[in-house]
């Protein structure tokens, strides 16, 4: 069973939900490993950062996605929360974004994070002091 896209000819034929990551993050690969026998248990497939990009050249590298089989796309912390869903220790993230404010919280939290996430040993920055593809484009969208 294929768990991950590696070109886009495989994008547009999952038919699957699909977890769009930054494939040269360290942090977001580490999460990837932890993560990924839940999600792909359920029948989901991992898509890695720069295949999204050329497939979709209007798509933000700002953060990860979720791309279910009807098309919605979940950016950002909405994307991340519904990841948490599928996790049975992560779910309480997912109850907790549910208070009143919670869910601002961590959206900006989201947003610091995936703007400084190659500072933690991204392969393709050298831990964040050179730049790369992914930090030089698709960085306008906001969550």
């Known amino acids: 069973m ?3 896209i590696t070109d886009k000819t495989g ?3 999952a038919g699957r939900s ?3 990551w930054d494939d ?7 999460m990837k490993q932890r993560v990924a026998s839940y999600a792909t248990a359920r029948g989901y497939v991992f898509c890695p950062m720069r295949v999204w990009l050329d497939a ?6 700002a953060g990860m996605y979720v791309v279910t089989p009807a098309g919605r796309r979940l950016f950002g912390v909405d994307a991340a929360l519904h990841v948490a ?3 049975w220790w992560l779910r309480p993230l997912n109850w ?4 009143p404010l919670m869910h601002s919280f961590m ?3 989201y947003r610091w994070f995936a703007a400084h996430r190659h500072a933690f040993g991204c392969k393709a920055c050298e831990g964040g002091r050179s730049s790369c593809r992914l930090n030089e484009t698709h960085t306008d969208r906001a969550d």
């Open 2 to 4: 294929c768990t991950e």
């Open 11 to 13: 994008l547009e034929a």
């Open 18 to 20: 699909i977890i769009v």
């Open 24 to 30: 040269a993050c360290s942090a977001c690969n580490a």
């Open 56 to 61: 979709h050249p209007e798509a933000s590298a």
């Open 85 to 87: 869903t599928l996790v």
């Open 96 to 99: 907790l974004s549910r208070l």
């Open 107 to 109: 959206a900006a939290g």
